[in-house]
């Protein structure tokens, strides 16, 4: 469900968690040592800018499966159990929400007391294993968006993430989008291009990169699309 700004809670709320991201994004700015530390931040505060609240709610497994009580728990207890070895979502999780990285620059995301959030990275043999984040509901989860890998040149990282919907309760989660303006160009930042690290991705607009993602599965890793193969000079397109 997208948001429109409705009620006076949800555009306090917005303005409350624009800034937050702001001062994240200044904090980012200035630990990779940009000459402005301000211009991430920049394009998500411009008036045309295209962020975006998103609430999700994740029914519990038994009212999909009409599980009787005793049988939602011990589907909670297997589902609890894998997600904390590598999550199967065949073995009880179901998948609520996809394997993705967030296209934007920054998600800010807040949830109620339900797990179900999971994050894909290397386990100490290098191999990818999905990761169960615990629930906080006092706490931010801060995901970087494809557009802040894109601009630092892969030195932050999009990480990939699902949400398995395998609790007795419902999970509720509010996540804040940070997106530039349409025609906001993204290329690599000089800072980040060296001789050892030549630009990655070739320069799109947030407008090109959204028409590239509609046209793909969700799980799809949408960056590779501008990835600039090893042999191109920095024009390539690769996947176009
Ligand atoms: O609902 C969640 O916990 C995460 C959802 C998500 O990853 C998204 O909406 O992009
Ligand atoms: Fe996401």
């Known amino acids: 469900m997208c948001v429109d700004a409705g009620s006076?809670?949800?555009?306090?709320?917005v303005e409350a968690v624009k800034q937050l991201a702001c001062d994240i994004l200044d904090l980012l700015g200035e630990g990779l040592g940009l000459e402005d530390p301000r211009l991430f931040s920049k394009l998500i505060t411009e008036t045309d800018s295209d962020s975006l609240l998103r609430i999700n709610h994740y029914p519990p497994s038994c009212t999909v499966h009409k599980l009787d009580?005793?049988?939602q728990c011990k589907l909670k207890g297997v589902a609890r159990?894998?997600?904390?070895?590598?999550g199967n979502p065949a073995a009880g999780g179901r998948i609520g929400f996809g394997e993705h990285s967030d296209p934007q620059l920054l998600s800010?995301?807040?949830a109620n007391d339900v797990d179900g959030l999971q994050v894909l990275l290397p386990d100490i043999n290098g191999k990818d294993t999905w990761i169960q984040v615990p629930a906080d509901s006092s706490a931010y989860f801060v995901n970087v968006g494809d557009l802040l890998q894109a601009l630092t040149n892969g030195r932050l990282v999009s990480v990939r993430h699902r949400v398995i919907a395998s609790a007795c309760r419902p999970r509720l989660s509010t996540i804040y989008f940070a997106a530039p303006p349409l025609h906001a160009r993204i290329s690599a930042l000089p800072e980040m291009v060296t001789a050892d690290s030549p630009p990655r991705y070739r320069s799109f607009t947030?407008?090109?990169y959204k028409t590239a993602m509609y046209s793909l599965r969700l799980s799809h890793s949408r960056l590779e699309l501008f990835h600039v193969d090893d042999d191109e000079s920095g024009n390539g397109s690769k996947g176009k």
């Open 8 to 13: 006076s809670v949800v555009n306090e709320y």
């Open 69 to 71: 009580h005793d049988d």
């Open 81 to 86: 159990t894998k997600a904390g070895s590598g």
């Open 108 to 110: 800010l995301l807040r």
């Open 206 to 208: 947030w407008a090109e």
